[in-house]
């Protein structure tokens, strides 16, 4: 995965990845829809960052739900996301609620 960018992690490449790195993954893939958003100009960003501290908005939220929808092949709860979790925790909490 180090030659791609994190932002087009596909589900396939997803599932395939060892079980232990994919929480990593969708982390990275969080961390670089999040400076796509932001066009590289958010603050910066890191897996213990609350989406509200790196300025994630309502429209960004649906975004980045549907995003995750497509890369987990599971609809995620928006609750999720609307809670304020960590990038870690989303990630995480993601990859579990997909059964990943």
């Known amino acids: 995965m180090s030659n791609h960018d994190p932002a087009l992690l596909t589900h396939a490449q997803l599932t395939a990845a060892p ?3 994919r ?5 990275a893939y969080l961390l670089a829809s999040i400076a796509a958003f932001h066009q590289n100009t958010a603050p910066a960003a890191d897996a213990s ?4 501290d790196i300025g994630i908005d309502s429209i960004q939220i649906v975004e980045l ?4 929808d ?3 092949g599971h609809e995620l709860d928006i609750e999720r996301i609307v809670t304020n979790p960590t990038v870690g ?3 995480a ?3 579990r609620d997909a059964g990943l």
Do not use: H, I, P, T
């Not at 929480?23 to 982390?27: D, K, P, T």
């Not at 739900?65 to 995750?68: A, C, D, E, I, V």
């Open 19 to 21: 079980a232990e790195a």
């Open 23 to 27: 929480v990593r993954l969708v982390e």
């Open 49 to 52: 960052s609350r989406l509200s």
């Open 65 to 68: 739900k549907f995003g995750l």
């Open 70 to 72: 497509q890369l987990l």
């Open 89 to 91: 925790e989303l990630a």
């Open 93 to 95: 909490g993601c990859v």
